[in-house]
């Protein structure tokens, strides 16, 4: 199993810009998640999904979206980036009640 | 929401020097987990433990999910150990993990 992978590893956008960070699980698990890790700081999630179809928000979802429309991936959308959205971001996944497993990150730079 | 308060926030021991810990939750839970991050950023799951012990290896940990809170025993602490733990847990009417900010261990040679 590869586990979560997720791409790129690193970016530079421009404010204004618009990318998708892209996320996918082989472990069949429903449930998926984005959080973002500010320097020193801890996760703080920003979607999720418990399943091919449905998302909803976290704790920090402006300035962000999602959609899910197969079991394996969960892209998220960055629209019109801003430096407050510089940071690493995590992709995670895991079952009903249990583990979490993330992905490598996304270092993310917006200036 | 819940409220997760990790102690101490740093940490600083020699090589082989044992250390605990500690997480406070301020609600029920029913999914608490450990992690570590390696110096790297890599997020490695530790522990699932909403209650009871474990043990892998030279960690452990033990939550008392009645007192709410949790505690990561690390014995014989290696350099590779370094990094930040962080606890997070779901409360029972929740669907999703709230972290703490982190300890940040560093265990030099």
């Known amino acids: 199993n590869a586990g979560v992978t997720q791409t790129p590893k690193f970016r530079i956008l421009k404010i204004g810009q618009s990318m998708t960070l892209q996320c996918a699980q082989d472990m069949n698990h429903n449930y998926m998640y984005w959080y973002r890790q500010d320097p020193g700081m801890g996760l703080k999630l920003i979607y999720y999904?418990?399943?091919?179809?449905?998302?909803d928000k976290g704790e920090v979802p402006n300035g962000y979206n999602v959609s899910r429309s197969t079991t394996e991936d969960f892209p998220l959308r960055l629209e019109l980036a801003a430096p407050s959205q510089t940071s690493v971001y995590f992709c995670?996944?895991?079952?009903?009640?249990?583990?979490?497993?993330f992905g490598p990150g996304t270092r993310l730079t917006v200036t | 929401g819940i409220q997760v308060e990790q102690s101490p926030p740093d940490l600083i021991l020699q090589e082989g020097a044992n250390s605990t810990l500690r997480c406070n939750f301020s609600?029920?839970?029913?999914?608490l987990q450990w992690f570590h991050q390696n110096p790297w950023g890599q997020l490695i799951n530790l522990f699932y433990?909403?209650?009871g012990t474990k043990q892998n290896g030279r960690l452990s940990a033990t939550t008392v999910a009645t007192e709410r809170y949790s505690l990561l025993y690390i014995s014989s602490s290696q350099t590779t150990d370094s990094g930040v733990y962080f606890c997070?847990?779901?409360?029972?009417?929740?669907?999703?993990?709230?972290f703490g900010e982190g300890t940040q261990l560093t265990v030099n040679p």
């Open positions: 609600d029920s839970v029913n999914n």
């Open positions: 997070a847990v779901e409360e029972t009417s929740g669907s999703r993990l709230t």
């Open positions: 433990i909403p209650s």
């Open positions: 995670a996944s895991g079952g009903y009640v249990g583990r979490e497993y």
């Open positions: 999904s418990v399943g091919a179809g449905i998302t």
